[in-house]
């Protein structure tokens, strides 16, 4: 079966200084991770995604995730926070292979101090 | 390019009573998915429709129910409607194909259940 867990329902941080959200699965297939973005009032918008091959991704907003397989791990991560970062942050694994429906966690808010 | 559309945007009922929601898939998409967002949570999957037939369905009960029509669009049904109904539902389209095919999310309609 998929879970996920997000460490945190609630993380702040200073404009400028480094985003860590915290993000653990579990999958019963060999996972396909994703991170969303949510802005009030707004849809889901996809950050980034890891399907197969390097387990680095580059994501859009200057928004980076690594999956760490030993750790059943894929943090999201930002060098420096802006303003506008500030949002609801989701974390996804696939239902099952051959799926495209998605399991998320129950996310992370975003504060960004200025 | 038109995105995922939703309507209404927001809507109000009583409980026991009949609701049907509204999706247009994004332009060149034949495949749509929808989820509940109860308030705080992460985005719940409830049934996939490609070729106008339901593929895949979450856990939920029989008083969700859906459809896709010949031109990809899709409503979501849910019938003798409870408190817990009470939620953020969004519609998600995608192009069916080998590999993974990525979700693109609407802005979500808002039903609140009195």
């Known amino acids: 079966a998929q879970s996920v867990t997000q460490l945190g329902s609630h993380v702040s941080v200073s404009e400028g200084a480094l985003v860590l959200l915290r993000c653990n699965y579990s999958?019963?297939?060999?996972?396909?991770l994703f991170w969303y973005v949510q802005y009030p009032n707004q849809g889901l918008q996809l950050l980034l995604k890891y399907t197969t091959g390097a387990t680095l991704v580059k994501g859009i907003n200057g928004f980076e995730a690594e999956f760490k397989k030993s750790e059943t791990s894929f943090h999201l991560t930002k060098p420096s926070a802006h303003m506008s970062d500030a949002a609801e942050y989701f974390c996804a694994v696939r239902t099952w292979a051959g799926a495209n429906n998605l399991f998320f966690g129950t996310g992370t808010r975003l504060t960004v101090i200025p | 390019d038109a995105g995922v559309t939703q309507s209404p945007t927001h809507l109000i009922k009583t409980r026991g009573q009949q609701v049907t929601l509204r999706c247009s898939p994004k332009s060149g998409h034949d495949t749509v998915s929808w989820y509940q967002q109860a308030l705080g949570q992460g985005p719940q999957f409830i049934f996939q429709y490609y070729e106008e037939e339901e593929r895949q369905r979450g856990n939920f009960p029989d008083r969700f129910s859906g459809h896709q029509f010949p031109n990809y669009s899709s409503e979501l049904n849910v019938n003798a409607l409870l408190l817990g109904d009470s939620a953020l539902y969004l519609c998600?389209?995608?192009?069916?194909?080998?590999?993974?095919?990525?979700?693109?999310f609407g802005p979500g309609t808002r039903l609140t259940v009195l």
């Open positions: 999958s019963s297939v060999p996972p396909y």
């Open positions: 998600a389209s995608s192009l069916a194909g080998t590999g993974y095919n990525e979700q693109f």
